[in-house]
């Protein structure tokens, strides 16, 4: 299997000033782009890092071959 490259981004605001989150793009060797789709989690810092690690599981969910 060839090495994979996880891209994320984290960024903590006051989640009463986020109006909306959108995709980031990636731009691939090749000359092709890739999206990234942009997650909220909101609470407690507690309540957000159990969210981070469910939706982290459930991705690998997605992959079971890795």
Known sequence: ????????????????????????????????TARVTMHLLEGSREQIEAQLRQSIDAFFDFFPEI
Do not use: Q
Not at 4 to 30: C, F, Q, T
């Open 1 to 32: 299997m060839a090495n994979l490259a996880l891209v994320y981004g984290m960024r903590l605001l006051p989640a009463d000033e986020v109006s909306a989150v959108g995709e980031a793009p990636i731009e691939l060797k090749n000359g092709h």
